[in-house]
């Protein structure tokens, strides 16, 4: 049975030994950040803090902080299996006769148990004030020194396409900056800034959002998926969770939120009203510059009667959403694949922080070949802010950055095999020369072939031969019996 809210999944982290809970005081003004810090670069368990210094709502932290975290959270023995799934799903053809017809309605009578549920009541509506409320009353972070205030970094902002009515659900972090109002970071290519866009050239005056903290674990990792627009994030968590989201409408706007999440701001914001947010100490590892953006006006809080206020930090790699991406990357890989069959595998090292590096081990079949995955790359969803591709034979296995940067590095001519194009880039590049513009990399580091100019031999790698190995590995033994 799939997680019905956050606390099942508290406990399922809990019975599996992934769970600390912090009894004592810890304030949430940095010392919870150096706590959860230290914990995933430790490989520690989540954490749960029970008594944040001045607040009595209980905070939770690194609850996706490692690939068996992960596989808990979408309950599977490895993230392979929804890769898996999806692609059964994606394969799926109508086949000839009727034998074969029947055998498919199974399926997609499954695929329409993936959707949305509307209920009257839930969880999340247990208490609702739409007045004395205050964003102050929650344990909201300040993660670093330099940030510009207290961010919740973990929200699922919801907001509605003015042209087809579609639901979008998004992660963006908010700057709370009084007791009723917070900055809404909808950097410039995400959906709720396209949404934003969209009904300001309408001319409307308001845009209604409504934000949850805290949910079943499928439906907050939901939120980050690099999804094509308008293929409802909830719908996907019901595919990830193989049970359908319940969605409670809100008391003052006209959306749905998943009723049995912990807490629910609902609001709107006001249409060319924009507010200076951050600093903010970014997943980059360096802080993200202060900046305009929109401001989220609250009109109400529901929430249950004791909720746990869910929470991340971002900061130098690795962190807990390096995890979350690791979880993507293998999940989406075969949807690349579908596309890009010649793709055999695909890697985003901490390091990169999800943008700046994708490794690419492919089968080459022609000239340029290579060239032709780049672009392809470079044209696809959120992978057009890939600041720097690698791509090498199917051969080297890059998952291991030491094979391939010593792959790499030996393959490669420079002048000939890097080639550097312009296009968009991600927000959070503090390196381009304009917001949002720039210049990327693409490193063909591929063995090179006669047809793309190379006349000279292309030498060997050097390996033992196996029956040498072999024969050394029982001499081995020998040699070396009761010694460590």
């Keep these: 049975m799939a997680y019905q809210d956050l606390r099942e999944f508290v406990r399922a982290l809990e019975q599996n030994h992934e769970l600390k809970r912090i009894p004592f005081e810890v304030d949430p003004r940095l010392e919870i950040t150096e706590f959860a810090d230290r914990a995933v670069k430790q490989?520690?368990?989540?954490?749960?803090?029970?008594?944040?210094?001045?607040?009595k709502i209980p905070v939770l932290v690194n609850a996706f902080a490692s690939m068996r975290k992960m596989e808990i959270a979408l309950e599977v023995n490895s993230v392979?299996?929804?890769?898996?799934?999806?692609?059964e799903f994606l394969e799926m053809r109508m086949p000839?006769?009727?034998?074969?017809?029947l055998k498919m309605l199974p399926k997609l009578a499954e695929m329409g148990a993936f959707f949305p549920k509307i209920v009257s009541k839930g969880p999340c509506q247990e208490v609702v004030r739409t007045d004395g409320f205050s964003l102050l009353d929650y344990p909201v972070l300040q993660c670093w020194p330099d940030d510009g205030g207290r961010f919740i970094t973990l929200p699922l902002v919801f907001s509605r396409n003015p042209d087809t009515g579609k639901r979008n659900c998004g992660m963006y972090r908010m700057q709370v900056y009084d007791e009723r109002t917070a900055g809404m970071?909808?950097?410039?290519?995400?959906?709720?800034?396209?949404?934003?866009?969209?009904?300001?050239q309408q001319g409307r005056k308001r845009m209604d959002v409504a934000v949850a903290i805290g949910a079943d674990p499928a439906t907050m990792y939901s939120a980050i998926l690099p999804l094509p627009p308008d293929l409802d994030e909830m719908m996907i968590s019901g595919f990830l969770r193989q049970s359908p989201v319940e969605m409670v409408k809100c008391q003052t706007c006209d959306l749905e939120v998943?009723?049995?999440?912990?807490?629910?701001?609902?609001?709107y914001v006001e249409l060319g009203e924009l507010r200076t947010e951050g600093p903010f100490g970014d997943h980059t590892g360096f802080y993200s510059l202060a900046d305009e953006y929109p401001v989220f006006h609250v009109t109400c809080v529901t929430q249950r009667k004791e909720p746990i206020y869910a929470t991340t930090i971002v900061g130098p790699p690795p962190m807990e959403d390096y995890y979350m991406g690791k979880a993507i990357e293998r999940i989406f890989l075969p949807l690349m694949r579908m596309q890009l069959p010649e793709v055999r595998d695909i890697a985003m090292p901490p390091e990169g922080v999800f943008h700046n590096l994708i490794l690419v081990?492919?089968?080459?079949?022609?000239?340029?070949?290579?060239?032709?995955?780049?672009?392809?790359?470079?044209?696809?969803?959120?992978?057009?802010?890939?600041?720097v591709i690698v791509v090498v034979d199917e051969d080297v296995d890059v998952q291991n950055y030491s094979e391939v940067a010593w792959k790499a590095l030996n393959n490669i001519d420079p002048e000939r095999d890097i080639q550097f194009v312009m296009g968009p880039v991600d927000s959070l590049d503090h390196s381009s020369?304009?917001?949002?513009?720039?210049?990327?990399?693409?490193?063909d580091a591929t063995r090179k072939w006669p047809g793309e100019g190379f006349t000279r031999p292309w030498?060997?790698?050097?390996?033992m031969n196996a029956d040498v190995k072999r024969r050394v590995d029982e001499l081995w033994k020998k040699a070396f019996r009761g010694q460590t």
């Design 185 to 200: 970071h909808w950097q410039t290519h995400k959906q709720g800034a396209e949404h934003y866009r969209r009904m300001q």
């Design 96 to 101: 000839e006769g009727i034998i074969g017809k």
């Design 43 to 55: 490989g520690g368990p989540a954490l749960l803090f029970e008594r944040p210094t001045g607040f």
């Design 361 to 387: 081990s492919m089968r080459k079949s022609y000239p340029g070949h290579a060239r032709k995955v780049m672009h392809s790359i470079w044209g696809t969803g959120q992978a057009m802010f890939s600041k």
């Design 258 to 267: 998943p009723a049995q999440a912990e807490i629910v701001l609902e609001g």
């Design 433 to 443: 020369r304009l917001v949002n513009y720039g210049s990327k990399m693409g490193i």
């Design 80 to 87: 392979e299996e929804v890769a898996q799934r999806i692609v």
């Design 459 to 463: 030498p060997g790698v050097i390996a």
